[in-house]
């Protein structure tokens, strides 16, 4: 049934684009505009958003965007069940803190986080494996071009809202056209010589895989653009990382930082084993970044 002239209806964006919305709704793909009090107000839709939008002329209007239950920057969208952070150890080697940026800056806000390690097929990635499932994340070995790992990854994207991210080259449209072969999404192979990939895609769009399923791949990043992200406080630093949290507030100290306290939890847990050492590192130079942040500029 076709949409009614200025009908009010409700919608998922599915693709932002200079400026240009296209909203799903139970009528079809509309693509919008934003209304000038969107454009000069604090919020800017963004992919994920639910929004109320209305067609006036054939033109449709973004009228009002719903509550979220988070954002982030980088990806720029909006009410993520699952952020799935992807890395390798061949052509290019993810380093660990990559990682642990993304996983903390999706914890602070609640965000259930899983690691998938692809490109098993070149090198299995045993190393960055144990680390996070040590660490307690759901791992998924996969290989987009012998599809290992695939289905079990679908089968936790079931129902959910999900992002793919991770640095550059590391194959998440790769792994995306494994999951929905109709999308035929352009990939960007790595280069040999650069170790990294060529930034193929440049905007955050939501694809549809089940009724109830949607998936977005993001923009790679390399290790500068970190300092892109959303930024975290240092007193909920210690939160973003679930395989402290046995050891938060058992400390010597109420106000433990974890970095040179006497009697630190934290530490001796490190010292026992029961941490992994990149992810203690993480902390610290996560902890240094966020020393940093005044809060006068997040006003």
């Not at 940026?101 to 690691?115: F, H, K, L, Q, S």
């Not at 040999?192 to 977005?216: M, P, Q, S």
């Not at 992200?229 to 909920?236: G, P, Q």
Request: aromatic fraction near 8%; charged fraction near 25%; charge should be neutral.
């Amino acid at each position: 049934m076709p949409m009614q002239q200025n009908e009010r209806k409700t919608g998922r964006i599915i693709r932002s684009l200079s400026g240009f919305y296209d909203v799903q709704t139970p009528e079809g793909l509309i693509t919008c505009r934003g209304r000038g009090h969107l454009r000069r107000g604090s919020q800017t839709p963004l992919t994920g958003d639910m929004v109320e939008i209305t067609v006036e002329h054939g033109k449709g209007m973004v009228e009002h965007i719903r509550p979220r239950k988070n954002c982030f920057v980088r990806p720029a969208m909006a009410n993520v069940d699952v952020l799935v952070v992807f890395a390798a150890n061949v052509n290019p080697v993810t380093e660990p803190f990559l990682i642990d940026r993304v996983a903390a800056i999706a914890g602070d806000p609640g965000v259930e986080v899983c690691i998938c390690v692809n490109k098993c097929d070149l090198d299995p990635g045993l190393d960055l494996t144990k680390i996070y499932r040590n660490a307690g994340f759901s791992v998924f070995q996969t290989s987009a071009e012998t599809g290992e790992g695939v289905e079990a990854l679908r089968d936790m994207l079931k129902g959910k809202v999900a992002a793919f991210t991770g640095n550059s080259g590391v194959g998440k449209s790769s792994v995306l056209n494994r999951l929905c072969p109709e999308l035929g999404l352009a990939t960007g192979e790595g280069s040999e010589k650069l170790g990294r990939g060529r930034h193929t895609t440049r905007h955050v769009e939501l694809y549809k895989l089940a009724e109830d399923t949607f998936v977005a791949d993001t923009p790679g990043f390399s290790s500068f653009d970190t300092d892109q992200m959303d930024v975290i406080l240092k007193e909920n630093l210690q939160f973003a990382f679930p395989d402290f949290a046995s050891y938060v507030g058992c400390c010597q100290f109420r106000d433990c930082t974890h970095r040179k306290e006497p009697g630190c939890a934290v530490r001796a847990a490190l010292d026992a084993g029961e941490l992994e050492p990149t992810r203690y590192d993480s902390y610290l130079r996560l902890y240094e970044k966020a020393s940093q942040i005044k809060l006068w500029e997040l006003k």
